[in-house]
């Protein structure tokens, strides 16, 4: 591939995932040259049967934001069906439209099975790019990271340095924070690295916990891209100290939980009395 830009930039994605295709959809926006990196296969595709949607109900039901949860709360199967309700609601599918549709295949992505095996290791150790693009892999070893000759960007959905880690929007609102998506650069400590930005996301009057998430991931995908741009072309943002708590989901308990959905209807109420 000929490039124009300064920086050698590799995307680490996954196979099929709404973010990895949001991020690549900004970049290409934004006239970014990428190489990209996908974990899973070319064949990766969730499982239709009725058999393969309770499997994989079951086990989101033991992580994220479940985890530290009664699997018989009311509030959780509460939260089930109004995510369910969300994603085949029109607003849903309108903010996942520009995305969804986009074939990741077409980029002539590289395959790994795990962004952390010795086969990714090799395969970045030899190309040598410049920066790396986290866009939806999980946690990245040290190891991973030091390939890339100028590090590697992140984007967390949640105001650093104050809320890093699991249970972004909810330890956010539950802590009285403005609701933000934070740029910054990757370290092997979790969501730790120093902060290029953080961006404020404004609240709808019919926002719901699963279209703040959505949205969240939008504005993460879209500010990480234009921060790649800066870097791509050789230009470094100052960036902030991150020294902040961090958090895990095992923590966010049900009383984080209802505590941040009243910290949320009181933002839509406060954006309800602006209209």
Same mark, same amino acid.
């Given at each position: 591939?000929?490039?124009?830009?300064?920086?050698?930039?590799?995307?680490?994605?996954?196979? &099929?995932?709404?973010?990895?295709k949001?991020?690549v959809?900004?970049?290409?926006?934004?006239?970014?040259?990428?190489?990209?990196?996908?974990?899973?296969s070319?064949?990766?595709?969730?499982?239709?049967?009725?058999?393969?949607?309770?499997?994989?109900?079951?086990?989101?039901?033991?992580?994220?934001?479940?985890?530290?949860?009664?699997?018989?709360?009311?509030?959780?199967?509460?939260?089930?069906?109004?995510?369910?309700?969300f994603?085949?609601?029109?607003?849903?599918?309108?903010?996942?439209?520009?995305?969804? &549709?986009i074939q990741?295949?077409?980029?002539?992505?590289?395959?790994?099975?795990?962004?952390?095996?010795?086969?990714?290791y090799?395969?970045?150790?030899?190309?040598?790019?410049?920066?790396?693009?986290?866009?939806?892999?999980?946690?990245?070893?040290g190891?991973?990271i030091?390939?890339?000759?100028?590090?590697?960007?992140n984007a967390?959905?949640?105001?650093?340095?104050?809320c890093?880690?699991?249970?972004?929007?909810?330890?956010?609102?539950?802590?009285?924070?403005?609701?933000?998506?934070s740029?910054?650069?990757?370290?092997?400590d979790?969501?730790?690295?120093?902060?290029?930005?953080?961006?404020?996301?404004?609240?709808?009057e019919?926002?719901?916990?699963?279209?703040?998430?959505?949205?969240?991931?939008?504005?993460?995908?879209?500010e990480?891209?234009?921060?790649?741009?800066?870097?791509?072309n050789?230009?470094s943002?100052?960036?902030?100290?991150?020294?902040?708590?961090?958090?895990?989901?095992?923590?966010?308990?049900?009383a984080?939980?209802?505590?941040?959905?009243?910290?949320l209807r009181?933002?839509?109420?406060?954006?309800?009395?602006?209209?």
């Amino acid at each position: 591939m000929s490039r124009s830009q300064d920086k050698r930039i590799c995307v680490l994605g996954s196979a &099929d995932d709404l973010y990895t295709k949001m991020v690549v959809h900004h970049l290409c926006d934004a006239d970014i040259e990428f190489d990209l990196l996908l974990v899973g296969s070319q064949r990766s595709a969730a499982g239709s049967g009725v058999a393969s949607k309770v499997c994989a109900l079951w086990a989101a039901l033991h992580q994220g934001k479940y985890k530290a949860l009664s699997k018989w709360s009311p509030f959780v199967w509460k939260m089930v069906i109004r995510d369910a309700v969300f994603t085949r609601s029109r607003k849903g599918r309108q903010l996942r439209s520009s995305y969804s &549709d986009i074939q990741l295949d077409q980029y002539e992505p590289w395959y790994t099975p795990s962004v952390n095996h010795v086969r990714t290791y090799l395969h970045l150790s030899q190309h040598a790019y410049d920066f790396g693009v986290f866009a939806g892999v999980g946690i990245v070893a040290g190891e991973i990271i030091s390939t890339f000759t100028s590090g590697c960007i992140n984007a967390h959905p949640a105001p650093l340095p104050e809320c890093r880690g699991a249970g972004a929007i909810q330890f956010t609102l539950a802590g009285g924070f403005t609701p933000a998506v934070s740029v910054h650069i990757a370290t092997a400590d979790i969501d730790a690295g120093p902060i290029y930005r953080v961006t404020p996301i404004p609240i709808h009057e019919d926002e719901t916990m699963a279209s703040l998430s959505l949205r969240s991931s939008m504005v993460c995908a879209e500010e990480l891209a234009d921060v790649v741009r800066l870097l791509a072309n050789g230009i470094s943002p100052p960036v902030l100290e991150n020294s902040g708590p961090l958090n895990y989901w095992k923590d966010c308990s049900l009383a984080i939980q209802k505590k941040a959905e009243r910290r949320l209807r009181a933002l839509r109420s406060d954006r309800a009395g602006l209209s």
